[in-house]
């Protein structure tokens, strides 16, 4: 079956300006989580969501990220100002449950000039 | 919070070697999954492991829970075999995932 997608793979923005990422889970899958890799922090947590809430926003960097999900399916993750530390790989991964496997998509690639 | 860290941090074999890379986290856990991240930044999943031992072709995972360690075995090595492997620890009600630094593998022919 079909695995986590996720889009645009690249994006180039200029500093100052909003991006929206998007990721689209297994089918079925309860839990959708967002991560963060870039060279210096390595993989981090930023949320997860279970349904449509989101129970643990912990990891966020700033109050300039913010998450939504709708339908218990579709994610969208918006980074509104963006700025050059905000240079990053933005990876999503979704599970069947809290607790269970965690499967991750190809990420996003986010460049900020 | 909790601390991931995997030995050892690089590692060149030739073609044919076996080899172990650990990770020690230093707290209980939820569970326990081992990533490959391939050359184009995918990270393919290569076990589900909270505790017990899992065999995969030339892979095995072994966790022990209760020392907070895990092992990877990768026998008769290949050149696609070469990247990076994390060990990622699920934490918290939410079993948020928090990944150790990684162990870069070369292979070489």
């Known amino acids: 079956g079909a695995g986590v997608s996720q889009s645009p793979s690249n994006k180039v923005t200029e500093k100052g300006k909003d991006v929206e990422l998007r990721c689209d889970p297994i089918?079925?899958?309860?839990?959708l989580y967002w991560y963060r890799q870039s060279l210096g922090q390595g993989l981090e947590f930023l949320i997860y969501?279970?349904?449509?809430?989101?129970?643990?926003k912990s990891g966020l960097p700033s109050d300039r990220f913010s998450a939504e999900r709708t339908g218990g399916s579709v994610s969208t993750l918006t980074i509104q100002r963006t700025q050059q530390e905000d240079s990053a790989v933005y990876l999503c991964?979704?599970?069947?449950?809290?607790?269970?496997?965690?499967?991750f998509g190809p990420g996003t690639r986010l460049t900020v000039t | 919070g909790i601390q991931v860290e995997q030995s050892p941090p690089d590692l060149i074999l030739q073609e044919g070697a076996n080899s172990t890379l650990r990770c020690n986290f230093s707290d209980s856990v939820n569970n326990l999954q081992w990533f490959h991240q391939n050359p184009w930044g995918q990270l393919i999943n290569l076990f589900y492991?909270?505790?017990g031992t899992k065999q995969n072709g030339r892979l095995s995972a072994t966790t022990v829970a209760t020392e907070r360690y895990s092992l990877l075995y990768i026998s008769s090595s290949q050149t696609t075999d070469s990247g990076v492997y994390f060990c990622a620890v699920g934490v918290e009600y939410g079993n948020k995932l928090v990944f150790g630094a990684g162990t870069i593998l070369r292979v070489k022919s």
């Open positions: 492991i909270p505790s």
């Open positions: 089918s079925g899958h309860t839990a």
């Open positions: 969501f279970q349904g449509n809430s989101a129970p643990d």
């Open positions: 991964a979704s599970s069947a449950e809290i607790l269970y496997e965690q499967y």
